[in-house]
């Protein structure tokens, strides 16, 4: 009988074995990517007869990590400029001196793209390349108007991270997380909701995205996370084109060790089935447009900081202007989704 080579049956063993050590369901997915095609409108109705000066913002969606902006173009009959203010948010500004007409409008198009924001450390992936700076991260730990760090709202917070008897940061973020996706309810219903009252949003345990987030981050804020919000439109799921009724909103976390934590809790108490998803990703059916709360616009606007700045602002001779819309669609550049590099 012929003898058979001893690396000859080591060969097969050892590619079987390799197979077994890096098996697909071992390999993470490459994040899920979006292209699309973007129009906002603006329109400013209801302009008094006799009035010296209008002014319109209007905000555009930024370049980051996860989301590419390009071929943006503004259709205007005024003349404009590009600005940044707080926040780096960026925006358009119409100035209108002695307007002959009582209605005026701005149109914006854009092609993006955005890409699954997923923080793989989670799930073991390498460490964050370097910790932010304590000076960076104090910005994200300040109160905001209708989400204050007083100690009513320190007190809720501490209750919710020592019942989960949690202590890292990551710990005291997911008890935070769960007690807002397992108590509040996803409700547009009455009065109050969409502010983003801290106050509101613990008392009627209901609201929207902006209700949930404000938990979220104040009680994150409250335990010492820094954590920040973030706005712009949602995209429905099925690739295709269409209008876009309103914004969404979401937020961050920082985990010394890990880095920023991108979470979605209301999107998570809408979709049971994703609750785990939500904490540590953002998925790609969106588009963001500005960051923060309290918002100062450029150049700097008469009227109050505001609340968020998703939606166009106008003033009349220095006074906020009501009668102020917006129109809003998108139209997706294929029907299936594309591939992109995880960063």
């Known amino acids: 009988m012929r003898s058979v080579p001893f690396r000859w049956i080591l060969a097969p063993l050892a590619c079987a074995l390799a197979a077994l050590a890096f098996s697909p369901s071992d390999v993470s997915p490459q994040p899920r990517a979006r292209r699309f095609h973007f129009e906002y409108k603006a329109i400013v109705k209801g302009i008094p007869p006799g009035a010296k000066q209008v002014d319109l913002w209007v905000p555009v969606p930024h370049d980051d990590a996860w989301q590419q902006i390009g071929n943006l173009r503004i259709d205007s009959a005024y003349a404009h400029e590009m600005a940044t203010a707080s926040h780096g948010n960026t925006m358009l500004h119409v100035r209108l001196e002695e307007p002959k007409e009582s209605t005026f409008a701005l149109a914006m198009s854009l092609d993006a793209t955005r890409t699954e924001h997923i923080q793989s450390r989670l799930s073991g992936g ?6 932010e700076a304590p000076r960076e991260l104090a910005q994200y730990l300040q109160p905001d108007r209708l989400v204050p760090l007083d100690d009513q709202i320190r007190a809720w917070a501490r209750d919710v991270v020592q019942k989960a008897d949690a202590h890292t940061d990551l710990e005291m973020a997911r008890a ?21 009252d801290i106050y509101y949003a613990c008392q009627e345990r209901r609201g929207n995205c902006t209700d949930f987030h404000a938990i979220f981050i104040g009680y994150a804020r409250a335990v010492g996370i820094p954590a920040r919000f973030a706005i712009g439109f949602p995209l429905p799921a099925d690739r295709g084109e269409g209008k876009i009724a309103g914004y969404h909103c979401w937020a961050e976390f920082y985990a010394k060790g890990i880095g ?14 994703k609750r785990e998803y939500f904490f540590g990703a953002h998925d790609e059916n969106r588009i963001e447009f500005s960051k923060g709360r309290d918002v100062m616009l450029a150049p700097a606007q008469k009227g109050d900081a505001l609340n968020y700045f998703v939606y166009p602002y106008a003033e009349v001779d220095g006074r906020p202007h009501a009668e102020t819309g917006y129109e809003v669609s998108y139209r997706d550049a294929d029907s299936q989704p594309t591939v992109a590099v995880r960063r």
């Open 126 to 131: 390498p460490g964050p390349a370097h910790e």
């Open 176 to 196: 935070i997380y769960n007690h807002v996706v397992s108590t509040v309810k996803y409700d547009k219903t009455g009065k109050g909701w969409g502010r983003g």
């Open 260 to 273: 920023w934590v991108p979470i979605d809790a209301s999107e998570a108490a809408k979709n049971p089935s």
